[in-house]
């Protein structure tokens, strides 16, 4: 059982970090202001989730489960506000 829990978290990590590593590699490769904030918001997202997910069955209570989820929630949250702020200075600007 130990073992097939390490596989999962493992698993799960290690594609999240992908997605992570993806965002980042759109970040730099991308031509304008918008398309890298598109490559940053949903890979970042996917790549935090995945790593929530798979830190999940690793913590000893569920207050602390609850308090992974909420980061994770509140990160999407911002995620979201923040790219609307930053795609909307961008189409003034005419980037």
């Known amino acids: 059982m130990n073992l097939l829990l390490n596989i999962f978290t493992v698993t799960f990590i290690s594609v999240g970090l992908f997605f992570f590593f993806a ?3 759109g970040f730099l490769r ?3 202001a918008l398309t890298r904030l ?6 970042d ?3 935090l989730g995945l790593i929530i997910i798979g830190l999940l069955p690793r913590v000893s209570s569920p207050l602390i489960a609850l308090k992974l989820i909420a ?5 999407l ?8 702020l930053i795609a909307r200075l961008s189409r003034r600007s005419g980037d």
């Open 23 to 25: 965002g980042t590699i």
């Open 77 to 84: 949250l911002m995620g979201a506000v923040v790219s609307q």
């Open 38 to 43: 598109h490559a940053l918001t949903k890979a």
């Open 45 to 47: 997202n996917l790549g």
């Open 71 to 75: 980061v994770w929630l509140l990160i």
């Open 30 to 32: 991308f031509p304008d």
